[in-house]
């Protein structure tokens, strides 16, 4: 027997379709999720229903990101899957915004590849997700900006600039803005703006310091500026996601 049909015979012997989506849920830190072609949400892992605050599976079919996530971020998500859709190519690394453990926007890493129907049309998409901050030194995609992508995690609270940022990464100016377009998709000055919106929604959530502080020292130069900025990256106020989200240490 040839190795092909071995593997064609294993295949058509599996009871279920979905046999090897399992073996994700024993992944530490790994999000495995499944949409089809119109980017409805099909099947996740455990981790993401949980992540999601639903109780089972049935609840997840056939919702959006635009039900679980800030407009621009969903609309973020959505544009990535539609490219994959549409071109056929994987998208590989992707660094994007999603909710952490406490439900608070943070930097993690997306894989998103094309789904295949019997007859070879694509027919929906899967990926995994996983958290930037504990994965970072392994992705060589990320290796020329890296010193810059760390130069910001660290001083995103100080006033930052793209010639300071190029010279952390060693790279021209245009370098710095090329290279984080092909990483991220995003300026340097849209990562900063991201980075500092996640840790003011940390301390949002998790202190009593007055907005107008909070604001000031992650960057802002003052309330009206930060809720601006709040509100068009993640659809709320300050005010609102405070009360919403707000569990003091």
Known sequence: MSATNLQTRFFARMGEPQEFRRLFEHLPGVYFFVKDDKSRLITSSHSILERFGLRNETELIGTTDHDYFPPEVADGFIRDDQGVLKSGQPLLNRLEIWYNEQRILDWFITTKLPVHGRDGSIIGLMGITHSYAGRRVSYAPFSNVS???????????????????????????????????????????????????????????????????????????????????????????????????????
């Open 147 to 249: 010193k810059a992508v760390e130069h910001i995690r660290n001083n995103y609270q100080s006033k930052l600039t793209n010639t300071g940022l190029a010279k952390a990464a060693g790279l021209s100016e245009r370098q710095l803005n090329r290279k984080f377009h092909e990483a991220f998709g995003m300026t340097p000055y849209e990562f900063i703006t991201r980075t500092r919106i996640q840790g003011a929604s940390e301390a949002l959530a998790r202190t009593d310091a007055p907005i107008v502080q909070i604001a000031v020292e992650f960057g802002f130069c003052d309330q009206s500026a930060f809720t601006l900025q709040f509100r068009k990256h993640t659809g709320i106020t300050p005010k609102q996601f405070r009360h919403r989200y707000h569990s003091p240490a």
